[in-house]
């Protein structure tokens, strides 16, 4: 029988998604596992598949639209069903048809408005740049071209991005007005970006324009001089920012690391690792290597020996008990041009560092384009965050809830460091710092953890064996 379709929880504790992009169109057969639509998060981008074969009844939900996560997006019939059973299926799921029928061609309503109201505009602006005798002629011949004119703004309305969609919005800026640059004209992000730095760059007129006529009172030059010179820097100065809109992924970010931060009892241990010996390996590993071994690459490594020295570490809060791991599952965190995202690594324990590179690469790589999956972007017990490639030396990251830790990395330096016989040289020194959370983790226990990693990283051939 025909099935009513929902809104999945395709990320944890989410109340809501967007339809990124249909898949599928209304009357298409589809088969098990088949890709029905695909489904935008906070991070990622989820493709939604068919539990079974059959045929699209209805889209009940418009591409862009954001769906609170259980409402019906579509109606799959069964094979040898037809229309006539939508209907009995929506009322099923405890759906109005009435309701739900006017979801999935919701442009229609609006390109049959949208000429009356692009009309009157058209109507009342006429007779006032022409004679008392024209406006007939011109509202006669205007309806066709301004109703081809909504329509065609409709259309490319649909070839936009949620992401742009929003951004759109939340600027103030009518998609009609962007001239798409992607596929089939598809409004991508840099087009709107290009549109508002056209429009600030148009925008710095308009306070000469003001400041001009306000000089204008001749009754008292002496008194009013003074008041536009006071108020002229201030208003170019009230100018000199922009407010950028909050898109899906920082809003994620804002409420997660707020709700870290406030929640989770975090405490920070630092430890200076000398990295000379690490460094000539690495460069004799990478004379031979048919891929390039990075210093992060042996970080993970080695993060994940020690995680396996101290098992009490390799673990996570679960509410009313701690959650231990037999395996050792890394979130890293990738850079990206909306915020940053942390796929997970799994099994980094049992991983070649020629295989850590290729899977962080290559992870990395499809984080920056948004196609990472939603199960690449859960679990995980501990983090590891790199910035020493911007040169930056030591910094505290924020934990990643539930899990236990995350180390931060800074740069290696050249230091003066005392050896073992107490003779002081330069040497390359290389700071991490362990954030951890308190319930999980004890002073005791992350010191011990820390101690394991410095003893790794230090000594670079216990992480090859």
């Not at 992009?21 to 596992?33: F, K, P, Y």
Request: include cysteine; glycine fraction near 8%.
């Amino acid at each position: 029988m025909a099935e009513v379709i929902r809104m999945p929880e395709v990320l944890a504790g989410a109340t809501e998604a967007a339809i990124q992009t249909w898949l599928v169109a209304e009357g298409a057969s589809v088969a098990l596992n088949q890709g029905l639509a695909e489904i935008e998060t906070d991070k990622a981008i989820v493709e939604l598949t068919a539990e079974a074969a059959g045929t699209i009844g209805r889209l009940l939900v418009a591409e862009g639209a954001n769906v609170s996560v259980g409402e019906p997006i579509l109606v799959l019939l069964a094979d040898g069903e037809g229309q006539d059973a939508i209907g009995p299926a929506l009322a099923a799921a405890g759906v109005q048809a009435g309701d739900s029928a006017p979801a999935a061609p919701s442009p229609a309503p609006a390109e049959a408005t949208a000429p009356v109201e692009a009309t009157a505009p058209a109507e009342a602006t006429a007779p006032a740049e022409a004679t008392a005798a024209e406006p007939a002629t011109v509202v006669a011949d205007e309806p066709g071209p301004v109703e081809v004119e909504a329509e065609e703004s409709r259309s490319r309305r649909l070839f936009a991005s949620p992401l742009v969609r929003r951004l759109a919005a939340d600027a103030g800026v009518a998609l009609s007005d962007i001239r798409g640059s992607g596929p089939q004209g598809r409004i991508v992000r840099r087009d709107l970006e290009r549109h508002l730095a056209q429009g600030e760059a148009a925008e710095p007129a308009r306070p000469q324009t003001a400041a001009t006529p306000a000089p204008a009172p001749a009754s008292a030059p002496s008194e009013t001089a003074p008041a536009p010179a006071a108020s002229t820097p201030a208003a170019s100065t009230s100018t000199n920012f922009e407010d950028v809109p909050l898109d899906r992924m920082r809003k994620a970010i804002a409420r997660r690391l707020t709700e870290s931060k406030s929640t989770v009892p975090h405490f920070y241990l630092v430890a200076d690792c000398r990295v000379d010996a690490l460094l000539e390996l690495r460069r004799t590993v990478n004379e031979n290597a048919a891929r390039k071994i990075s210093v992060n690459d042996f970080v993970l490594k080695a993060v994940a020996g020690a995680l396996v020295d101290v098992p009490a570490a390799n673990a996570i809060w679960n509410g009313d008990s701690i959650r231990r791991f037999s395996s050792v599952d890394i979130s890293v965190a990738v850079a990206t041009e909306g915020g940053l995202t942390t796929p997970v690594l799994r099994e980094v324990e049992r991983l070649s560092l020629g295989e850590i590179s290729q899977t962080v690469a290559e992870m990395a790589g499809r984080a920056r384009e948004g196609r990472l999956k939603q199960h690449e972007l859960e679990g995980g017990s501990f983090s590891v965050s790199n910035l020493g490639m911007y040169g930056t030396s030591q910094f505290s990251a924020i934990l990643n809830p539930p899990q236990s830790g995350i180390l931060a990395v800074g740069a290696a330096r050249p230091m003066p460091v005392v050896g073992a016989d107490g003779e002081l040289t330069v040497g390359q020194v290389m700071t991490v710092t362990l954030s951890a959370d308190h319930r999980v983790l004890d002073g005791a226990v992350a010191a011990e953890w820390l101690a394991a990693f410095q003893r790794r990283i230090e000594n670079p051939l216990t992480i090859l064996i």
